[in-house]
């Protein structure tokens, strides 16, 4: 058995409640798997079906007793929508590219959170590299010294070292191997920093109130007149810099004379001249482009660089999906409803929440009454509708389990001890597909 092509895991038995990132109440509750090895299609089954990593270790909430039920949330890139605020975050950075100003506008308001990311802090103490130790080191090997460890308190939640800048192709996500694309931004304007609003000059106290009114007769206006689609695209936004003055900005989508990366993970890097402003961790996959981590320079807090990050991720994945159809959607991890933070995430148009019950994707829309509702909510409106993906007793004794170093399936695993209520579960976490695929090693 060649095990570089196959997903080698081991199953965690914690049925214990932990302190929540979200809520900081001691209610969540998940199960999880350290993955050994993990090909993409089988992580891309395990994602459609409530899962997320984070660096080896794979997680799946409990949804009807956990305190925040974690709903896994995608948008589709082919009918994307580029909405006003988004706009504005570009039209933002492409002004930065031309004049090298940031401005601090006190009014600003951020919608998003510092780093897109999902905050898991209840797995297993694993031997997992320390999250500061691991960018620092990342950052060395650039050469740059000057980003800040972003202030999170999941310290030890994601392996960085396990990326590194090899161009080597790899089809898995939890093995040595990784990639790195670099999309380069150039300014040779040094970079400034604004000095914030003039003093001298009194407050504007009616800013808000101009802009909620101009946002209604705007509203009004737009009732009147549906939108036409000779809009400018997402991607002709983002290069409208680099059409004007192509010194400032070369957006370097991969490295020389190759078309994609190919599957795996990857760190897609933000560099300004040689200054390593921002870095996406983003996982390529048979049907999507999902959003592991992003961070970036404080400094450079005012350009809303997790918004304008999220923005490139998406025309990455509509890049991919002209050669790879199937490649249609870009995964932004959990959608937590009661969690304000994460209210952005449901601002990519159009978004889906997968169903608990059917994994069925769900018109965000649709989802928002139900949730107001109840935390916990099967989103599937069709009563009748099933989880095709449900195992079944025979997919069951089909799971391989490598014990003893013997490689057997369930069915003679059993007869070691019965685990068949340990199984069962796993089987019905994993779905009928991953019971075919996944090898769980047993100690
Ligand atoms: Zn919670």
């Known amino acids: 058995m060649d095990l570089n092509k196959v997903s080698v895991v081991r199953w965690f038995e914690d049925t214990n409640k932990h302190s929540c990132g979200y809520c900081k109440s001691e209610n969540s509750i998940s199960q999880g798997m350290w993955a050994e090895s993990l090909t993409v299609d089988d992580y891309q089954e395990l994602i459609d079906r409530g899962w997320r990593r984070s660096g080896k270790y794979c997680y799946k909430s409990l949804m009807e007793q956990t305190c925040c039920p974690l709903y896994t949330i995608k948008c589709d890139v082919i009918n994307f929508l580029l ?52 960018i620092s080191n990342s950052i060395q090997q650039n050469n740059l010294t000057s980003i800040e460890t972003p202030s999170t308190s999941n310290t030890d939640e994601i392996d960085l070292n396990e990326m590194d800048n090899s161009q080597q192709k790899t089809e898995k996500i939890c093995d040595k191997a990784s990639n790195s694309s670099q999309l380069k931004v150039n300014t040779k304007t040094p970079l400034k920093v604004g000095v914030g609003a003039d003093p001298t000059k009194p407050p504007c106290k009616k800013a808000k109130i101009l802009r909620i009114e101009r946002k209604k007769a705007k509203g009004l206006q737009f009732q009147k007149s549906p939108p036409v689609s000779n809009q400018k695209s997402l991607e002709q936004f983002l290069e409208e810099v680099s059409q004007n003055d192509k010194k400032k900005l070369r957006p370097k989508q991969f490295p020389e004379g190759i078309d994609g990366p190919g599957y795996g993970s990857f760190h897609q890097q933000y560099w300004i001249n040689d200054r390593l402003i921002a870095v996406g961790v983003i996982d390529i996959l048979p049907r999507c482009v999902s959003s592991v981590y992003f961070f970036y320079d404080p400094d450079y807090r005012s350009l809303t660089l997790g918004t304008y990050g999220s923005l490139r991720e998406v025309q990455l994945t509509r890049y991919l999906q002209k050669n790879l159809p199937h490649l249609s959607s870009y995964y932004m991890g959990f959608y937590i409803h009661s969690c304000p933070k994460m209210r952005y995430k449901g601002k990519l148009t159009p978004s889906y929440l997968v169903c608990p019950e059917t994994y069925h994707w769900v018109p965000i829309e649709k989802c928002i009454t139900l949730l107001e509702a109840n935390k916990y909510s099967r989103l599937e409106e069709d009563i009748d509708a099933i989880d095709e993906n449900l195992p079944t007793q ?34 019905n976490f994993i779905g009928k597909k991953c019971c075919r695929s996944l090898i769980f090693w047993e100690q």
């Open 394 to 427: 025979r997919d069951i004794s089909e799971i391989q389990v490598v014990y003893q170093r013997h490689l057997m399936h369930y069915d003679d695993f059993d007869e070691f001890g019965d685990e068949s209520e340990k199984f069962k579960l796993i089987a």
């Open 83 to 134: 909405s006003k605020s988004q706009k504005k975050v570009i039209k933002r950075f492409n002004k930065f590219l031309k004049d090298g100003n940031i401005k601090y506008e006190d009014n600003i308001q951020f919608e998003e959170p510092d780093n897109h990311s999902d905050l898991h802090q209840n797995h297993p103490k694993m031997n997992l590299s320390d999250l500061s130790a691991s």
